[in-house]
């Protein structure tokens, strides 16, 4: 998923008689749902709403519910809040209500189709040691489908999942590269076009994507490896080493029965292998607990706003140090700090996980650290 992109209708207009009136009334709701301690104006320009504190009398999830109709009605947004440092919780009538946007579906088929022309091109090509290339289509074509049906089933994940749960995304956008990009493209994905109702949807959504994924990657990296085969590596040309993370070594050693690489061995991988090993460093990429990110929104929903900014700040650091090891981690680190450090805003942030989805949230970790290696891809020359 990418930084949610979402619009809000016009406001109500600056205070007047009319707006005082209708938050009072807005407030005689909040009442029903909340002991009221304090009560506080808030602005957006020229437009005012209103934000109160205290203990909640019903459940956070059945608050939002009651509040959000009427809410709307009077041209407000409801959000429900932890407040820092206290057992309270903040009600907030947020001026204007949200307008999801429409989907460009020419738009989405257009980067779709070029994409599968990016990664065919990219797969096709077998660079030579004096320079020239051999183009195989049909490893082309496998290598494109391979990579394609993994990243898309990512972003179905997402998609379907949002859609259950009444939340209006994108359709997923991929995002092609010129020829010869190592992979072919930078992966897809898809815009959030209103908030989540509460961390257990933005939970729900976030980890769909990586699991779906991930149950494409795994079977087709297998598949490619039997298709594989163990060679001396290249004396006399260039060639890109694909990085070891555990769940990969372990398949390698199921398939080969030794661990690769070894000594002056290693796998040369099928394009469907190259397409699942990918498939696999994207979800390691995703996983990521930081901003925007899957691994990001399955953090704050977790652990909350507060505490999944931390996290998104030590992971932005510890990202810093691995650059000296691998200095693409340099580039994810600025993108994470500059355009995605941010948290998805949710509506009803107070509503923590169920059981159920913890033990998922413990299984994503899991995943991640099976996933996760330092050094991803290397370039070695003879």
């Known amino acids: 998923m990418s930084e949610p992109s979402w619009g809000l209708s016009a406001p109500p207009q600056a205070s ?50 009651s509040l959000t109709p009427r809410f709307r009605s009077g041209g407000y947004t409801a959000l429900v809040q932890d407040v820092e440092s206290s057992d309270e919780v903040a009600i907030i009538a947020a001026p204007g209500v949200i307008q999801p946007t429409a989907s460009r579906l020419w738009l989405a088929l257009l980067l779709f189709v070029l994409t599968i022309a990016s990664t065919i091109v990219t797969g096709a090509g077998k660079a030579q040691p004096n320079g020239s290339v051999i183009w195989q289509w049909g490893e082309g074509v496998m290598y494109s489908a391979a990579l394609l049906s993994i990243l898309l089933a990512h972003e179905m994940g997402h998609y379907i999942a949002s859609r259950r749960l009444g939340v209006a995304v994108s359709y997923p956008f991929f995002i092609p590269l010129p020829i010869y990009a190592v992979f072919g493209t930078m992966g897809a994905f898809i815009q959030m076009k209103e908030p989540p109702p509460d961390r257990r949807a933005l939970f729900s959504i976030a980890i769909a994507g990586p699991l779906a994924g991930l149950a494409l990657a795994i079977p087709l990296t297998l598949l490619g490896l039997f298709l594989s085969t163990v060679q001396p590596f290249p004396t006399n040309s260039k060639y890109v080493l694909e990085g070891n993370n555990l769940l990969y070594a372990a398949m390698k050693w199921l398939v080969f029965g030794q661990w690769l690489p070894s000594g002056t061995h290693d796998v040369f991988l099928h394009p469907i292998a190259w397409a699942g090993w990918a498939g696999m460093l994207v979800t390691m990429f995703n996983l990521l607990p930081a901003g925007q990110l899957d691994g990001g929104h399955i953090i704050y929903a977790l652990v909350g706003r507060r505490w999944a900014q931390v996290v998104t700040w030590g992971v932005i650091a510890l990202l810093v140090l691995l650059g000296f090891i691998w200095n693409g981690w340099w580039l994810w680190a600025v993108l994470i700090a500059f355009l995605g450090n941010r948290h998805t805003p949710i509506l009803d942030e107070v509503t923590r996980l169920g059981p159920r989805q913890r033990l998922l949230g413990a299984v994503a970790v899991v995943i991640f650290i099976l996933l996760f290696m330092p050094t991803p891809l290397v370039e070695v020359r003879p």
């Open 16 to 65: 007047t008689p009319s707006q005082t009136d209708q938050l009072l009334l807005l407030e005689s709701a909040v009442a029903e749902v909340l002991a009221i301690q304090s009560r506080e104006t808030i602005a957006r320009g020229e437009a005012v709403g209103a934000r109160w504190v205290g203990a909640l009398r019903v459940p956070p999830e059945q608050a939002l519910s």
